[in-house]
Every structure is written in C-alpha cells, then in structure tokens.
C-alpha cells in the first residue's frame, strides 16, 4: 500500500510537472524564462512544482485600474475627474510622445514645475516640508520604509499632520517593508494615520501572487504637489550606512496637473489594498512660472503589455545624438539590449551608468554575461565610484528626461509596480544633463579588457546567473 502511494504521489508530481510547463510555454513574458521554468519543472518537479506556482505567475490578477477598465467605481470617477484635466493636455504631433501616452494611457499636460532633488538631505527636506504644509491630505507611498532615525523623522512628520486635522493615507509594500514593525504602524494608527500594506497574495483567490512588488515611491500633497522617484525611507538613503557609503539617488518634485497622475496611481493602489475608493481633489492647477510638459507613466504586472520594458525601447529609440543612463541593477531583457547596441550602431552616444559596488550579487554577476556585446557594438560602459548607485534617470538628446522607480532589470520589467515621469521639455533636461556630467566624472570606464581577463569560473558563474534573471 506504501509503495502504490508513493509510486502514485510521484506520478503526479510529473503530471503536474509537465501541465505546468505547458502553463509556462503558454504564458511566460520571455522565451528565456519559459525556457528556465520548462527545463526546470520537466527534469526536477519535486522543487521546482511549488516555485513555479508560488513565483512563476506571468500576470498580477485581481488589480483594477481606472485607466485600463471600462465600468468600475474607479473608472466613473476617472471620467469625472479626467475632464477637469482636459485644459491642460498638451496635444502633440510627435510620434515619439504619442507612444509613450499611449503606453501610460495617461495625456501629455502642460503648466507643470519639474524639480530635481539630487540626494537624500534635498529630497526629505522637500519631502518633509511638503508633509508640513498639506492642507487637507497627504498620500504617501514606499517600497522600503525602516523604523530607523530617518523613518521616525517621517513618522513624526505624518503624525504632526494628522493630529492637525490632514487625512494622512500611509501604504507599504508588505515584503520591501517586511522588517517594519508593528508598534511603528501602531503608533501611526494612533494618531489618525490610515495605514495599509500593499499585499500581492491578498484573499485566497490570489495567494499564490508572491513573486510581485509595489516598487513605488509616491507622495502627493493636496493633489498639488507630488514627488516620485528612487528614494524609499532609511538611514542608508542618506549614506549613514557603512557598508554603502555614500548614496547617489534622484528624486523629482512635481507641480502641476501632471500631479495627478501620480495621485492616480496611488488611488488604484489604494483600492487594491483595501477595497476603498478614497476621496480626492481631482481640480488641476497650472503653475504661471514654468511650463514642462510631463507624462506620468505607471506600469506593472497588471497591464496587458510590458509597459515599463516598452517605454525603455522607445525612448532608447528616439535617441539621435546621445541616451545617458542609469540604472543600479542593469539585466536588460534582449529588446532593451538589442535597443541599445542598434543606438549606439547609428552613432548615438550610449552611456550606461551602473553601480562599482555590488547590491545583490546575482544581478552584478549576470552583467557580465552580455556586456561584452553591448561593448564591442560601441555602447559605453561606466561604474560610479563613491558611493552606491540608485538613481532611476533617463537623459535623450537636449531635450527630454525621465525619472522614475524603474530599473533595467525584468524584476522592474514584469514583476513590479513601477512608476516613471517622462519630461519631454528642454529646459529641464539641460538640468538633468549637468547632473549626470557631474556623476560620469565619478566614474570609471569599463573596458573590453577587463572583461576579456576575467577567470573561466566567473564567466560561467556570470552566464548562469543571468540565465536567472527572467525568473528572479
């Protein structure tokens, strides 16, 4: 009887073995990792079965977005909400632009303010600033959010604002900030803060839905000002952690209509978190003293297309003279790849800035599997020096930029919510090139050589890791 049940049990395990590899031939992103999970769950079942079904999952299901449905609550007050936005759409004839809106499903609007805050101290002093001016309420969203010196300065901040009458709304992602403790959150809720994880695996239907991240990094006051960008809450954003150093990162003030859109964003995620359609002010302000024309573009596992991988090859695409950018985990799928080297082939000038200093092993291990063919197609590699490297930064030609929370990696390409601000407006991508001048001085130039020297063991190493990253 033993025998027939384990004999039993392990043919099983190979059945659902090989359905769930059809599963995977049929659904996975990238032929890369339907390949990684076919290989893995047709010759290893017994672990491979219960990886793939609790991080194998193409899709995030069960989010709904006001933008990409056709009767919800969220779309109703879309419809009412996008109307008053209407004035300030800024209609183009540029196909390059008319791409990316159609992508973000969000308009190109006029009469808005576009601030960089390079580093920690200029971004929480913006930050924290704007928490103490907010009127009726702030929205406030992280990946990371520590209870150390810099999380309890915001806490304080948050808590002087509700206790003042504001509407304080404080979400999390429940794995980025697994190690946030609970009086931390309690003492929030005290004070009249609403707090919510953002939880991927929320309710029975979803539980297997743990392989996703909410990676943004949102706040709106007011729905006048916004901030996003590569900043989450702790001391080492600041670069008091040693084993760091100094932390280079870019976040972007926002204002103007462009703003709410990026309260938009927060709104879905706010309702898939907790069910609730919140209210807001949906009446766009125009600023007198500039005029950036911004596109808010918000992607993630939930939408139909690879919409963060798709804006990165089509802005990749528009270069003409010169694409800068910056990425601190750098595993291209293959069309950013092919992108970039095609870029650098019709004589853009392509700089890729990544980190000197290791995050996560496994994504430093894997660049070197195919920078030798990004290197020799005449891209330009460079590695920052000082510090460690986070900034999410986009700089074409003289005149469009993007900040956002996207890395060029598939983590950000297909399992994240992310978030990235696309400014086509000269003005200010002249600020953003002065910046990024400023931080390729602190850079090192890699070289075909160094690659060429490095020992059998690591080139295999390396080539095995990037076979991981679709799955990572």
Known sequence: MASWLLGTSILLIHVLGIVSAIMALMSSRTSQGAVAWI?????????????????????????????????????????????????????????????VEQLAMMPLTHGNKATLLIDGPATFESLFDGIDRADEYILVQFFIVRNDALGQRLQRHLQRAAQRGVRVYFLYDEVGSRKLSESYLRDLITEGVVVSAFRSSRGFKHRFQLNFRNHRKVMVIDGKEGWVGGFNVGVEYLGDNPRHGPWRDTHLKLEGPSVLGLQEAFWEDWH???????????????????????????????????????????????????????????????GVQDALRLAAMRGVDVRVMIPERPDHLLVFLSAFSFLPDMLRAGVKIYRYLPGFLHQKVMLVDSDTATVGTVNLDNRSFRLNFEITAFIPSREFAVSVEAMLKNDFDKCRRVTMDEINQRPMWMKVVSRAAYLMAPVQ
């Open 39 to 99: 290989i893995s769950l047709l010759t290893f079942p017994y672990v491979a079965l219960p990886a793939y079904w609790f991080f194998g999952r193409p899709r995030f299901y069960g989010y709904v977005s006001a933008r990409g449905q056709r009767d919800t609550v969220l779309r109703r007050a879309l419809v009412r909400y996008r109307a008053n936005v209407l004035p300030y759409v800024a209609p183009s004839s540029n196909a390059d632009i008319q791409a």
């Open 272 to 334: 898939w978190a907790t069910d609730e359609v919140i209210s807001l002010q949906w009446q766009a302000e125009v600023l007198s003293t500039s005029d950036h024309h911004v596109v808010i573009v918000p992607s993630g596992p939930a939408d139909r297309q690879d919409t963060a991988s798709l804006l990165v090859q089509q802005v990749i695409q528009s270069a003409k003279q010169r694409l800068w950018v910056t990425s601190p985990y750098f595993v291209p799928d293959q």
